[in-house]
Nanobody, 123 residues
Framework: QVQLVESGGGLVQAGGSLRLSCAAS????????MGWFRQSPGKEREFVAA????????YYADSVKGRFTISRDNAKNTVYLQMDSLKPEDTAVYYC????????????????WGQGTQVTVSS
């Protein structure tokens, strides 16, 4: 069984920064990929970013490209999402997810999910 625990959410003004963390436990993640998704009230959960554990290859949604950076610390089994130049439209619950080989940009590609952390960006 895999457990994913997000942290780092909060309230920030537009233009500010936050760093989210996702700590994984329960199994080695050396062959997995990890992703971040977000969901705003009344909207579907959407892909934000993903990273492959071994290669470090990263993938981003167009809406966050150039502002968000996903990274990982293999030794700590932790994935990070550095969010800069935040906008009010980035307000959402952010979820960390893990996959053993599915498509990285869709919800159905992931096998494990965290409980989510709230990010609120004020204008």
């Amino acid at each position: 069984q895999v457990q994913l625990v997000e942290s780092g959410g909060g309230l920030v003004q537009a233009g500010g920064s936050l760093r989210l963390s996702c700590a994984a436990s329960g199994r080695t993640f050396s062959s997995y990929a990890m992703g971040w998704f977000r969901q705003s009230p009344g909207k579907e959960r959407e892909f934000v970013a993903a990273i492959r554990w071994r290669s470090g290859n990263t993938y981003y949604a167009d809406s966050v490209k150039g502002r968000f950076t996903i990274s990982r610390d293999n030794a700590k089994n932790t994935v990070y999402l550095q969010m800069d130049s935040l906008k009010p439209e980035d307000t959402a619950v952010y979820y960390c997810a893990g996959t053993i080989g599915g498509l990285l940009v869709v919800i159905t590609g992931y096998d494990y999910w965290g409980q989510g952390t709230q990010v609120t960006v004020s204008s």
